[in-house]
């Protein structure tokens, strides 16, 4: 090759280079852009692929391009996290509420039995140690799932007919996770950023839950609480919010 045909060659790449860089049109990459991370807001990660690569053909900017490209990473990594999360979620439920509604069947009869380290209202006051007229309380623990155990509340003179059982769940439920039921009254109460979530109030008939009621609020980390019929008489607080 002579040098005339060498300064040719050397042009024409700059003429191809100068014309694809005139092909990008910066209107264009900004609605790519724009389009994309709206796609990421609405979870729509292949959405946001598609609006990714047609940026890459109308951009120039490079660091702009990688920038939208961690968000994209970024997003599909939480999506993939969130939804591990959720499972393990709906996993450790089911195996909460079985071992919950085992507990409380099996343990209806002596619920003081039921539990460890049981502390009573008064401590080592005689008084209340002779007439017995005080709340009680003990804990299960699970095994498994760390921070969460099986909660006992009960009324020392006649446990069996006063005694409240508790568990946490990671997510909502209603009265029909514990089997059959009569709803006998729902409330809308306040949730976080002004919305609210129903709570219920039923009556159980299933199996060795059968007679006993429970309140069940319809949201994330809420008390799943059981409890005799008679309990509610020695509790104030759980009657007011029963009314």
């Not at 790449?13 to 014309?19: D, E, I, Y």
């Not at 860089?21 to 598609?50: G, I, Y």
Request: charged share 25%; hydrophobic share 35%; net charge positive.
């Amino acid at each position: 090759m002579n040098v005339a045909q060498g300064s040719g060659t050397l042009a024409l790449a700059a003429f191809l280079s100068v014309a694809a860089c005139q092909n990008k049109d910066a209107a264009k990459c900004s609605e790519a852009q724009q389009t994309a991370r709206q796609a990421l807001t609405s979870k729509d990660v292949d959405l946001a692929m598609k609006w990714r690569e047609y940026a890459y053909k109308q951009c120039d900017d490079t660091a702009q391009l990688a920038q939208l490209d961690k968000e994209v990473v970024d997003k599909r990594a939480a999506l993939e996290a969130a939804t591990r999360d959720q499972a393990q979620k709906k996993s450790q439920q089911q195996q909460l509420l079985t071992l919950f509604k085992d507990w409380v069947g099996q343990s209806r009869v002596n619920p003081e039995r039921s539990v460890t380290n049981v502390a009573c209202e008064g401590a080592d006051d005689p008084k209340l140690k002779i007439s017995k007229e005080r709340f009680c309380s003990g804990a299960r623990a699970v095994t498994g799932i760390e921070g969460t155990s099986l909660q006992l509340r009960f009324w020392e003179k006649t446990p069996a007919d006063a005694a409240l059982y508790t568990v946490r769940l990671p997510l909502p439920a209603t009265c029909a996770d514990l089997g059959g039921h009569r709803v006998i009254k729902t409330t809308d109460i306040a949730a976080t950023q002004g919305r609210t979530v129903k709570r219920y109030y039923c009556e159980l008939s299933d199996g060795s839950l059968s007679g006993l009621q429970a309140l069940v609020t319809e949201a994330n980390s809420a008390d799943l609480r059981v409890f005799s019929v008679k309990y509610p008489d020695q509790d104030p607080a759980l009657r007011f919010q029963l009314k």
